[in-house]
């Protein structure tokens, strides 16, 4: 069964650098989204990105982070500066369309130092 | 962000019998409901869906119910199995737009032998 699939599954970043994590979704998915769960908080929703264009963006996505589809598999999500607070691990997620169901990866855990 | 709530962190099961996971929500522009479970690092994996024109959707042995009037739905899963143990979360979309799913806590469901 094809699958979402994120690198990497752990990385560590020293505060005030830059990191991006990277996401390849499922090939005939038209939607994709980025979200976050905080260590003992909710999974939360960050944006999604269709028509290689940002759809919806919550919050908590400001201008410290960038999404890109560089080519037609890659997914990626950038954090300029990283911050203390944006240790969590980040889920991407696609779906073929309206009235489908979003398929996770695994995750990135995100550890910034 | 309450607009999802799942109030029971914790289930504990008897294997064979029913389990029963509660959600319940307050945005009544939600149309689109979702469950998906989590086992330890790895992401949230799609179980079943219902849309809000129907207030039942049955998948082999997990079945979600609508009730739209009291913004509320179940997960039912029959009969359960040790294997079922894990971490499930309600999610909730509105169909137009970006479809971004707002999650709930989520519900640890332990099933005992």
């Known amino acids: 069964e094809p699958e979402v699939t994120q690198t990497p599954s752990h990385q560590v970043t020293q505060m005030g650098q830059e990191v991006i994590l990277r996401c390849v979704p499922i090939?005939?998915?038209?939607?994709f989204y980025w979200y976050r769960q905080i260590l003992g908080q909710k999974v939360e929703f960050l944006v999604s990105?269709?028509?290689?264009?940002?759809?919806?963006k919550s919050e908590i996505f400001d201008d410290q982070f960038s999404v890109e589809r560089p080519d037609g598999s890659n997914f990626t999500l950038k954090i300029r500066s990283t911050k203390l607070e944006d240790s969590a691990m980040y889920f991407c997620?696609?779906?073929?369309?309206?009235?489908?169901?979003?398929?996770f990866g695994d995750g990135t855990r995100l550890s910034i130092l | 962000d309450q607009q999802v709530k799942q109030n029971s962190p914790s289930l504990s099961v008897q294997e064979g019998r029913i389990s029963i996971l509660n959600c319940d929500y307050t945005?009544?522009?939600?149309?689109?409901f979702l469950w998906y479970k989590k086992y330890p690092a790895e992401g949230p994996t799609f179980l079943i869906s219902?849309?809000?024109?129907?207030d039942k959707n049955e998948d082999g042995r997990f079945t979600v119910f609508l009730n739209k009037s009291a913004k509320h739905l179940s997960l039912h899963i029959v009969p359960s199995q040790p294997g079922d143990s894990a971490v499930y979360f309600c999610?909730?979309?509105?169909?137009?737009?970006?479809?971004?799913?707002?999650f709930g806590q989520g519900t640890r469901l332990t099933i005992n032998p």
């Open positions: 990105f269709y028509n290689n264009e940002i759809s919806e």
């Open positions: 090939s005939n998915h038209l939607y």
């Open positions: 945005n009544s522009m939600f149309d689109y």
């Open positions: 997620a696609s779906s073929p369309g309206q009235l489908q169901p979003q398929h």
């Open positions: 999610a909730a979309s509105i169909i137009q737009g970006a479809q971004k799913l707002v």
């Open positions: 219902i849309s809000s024109i129907k």
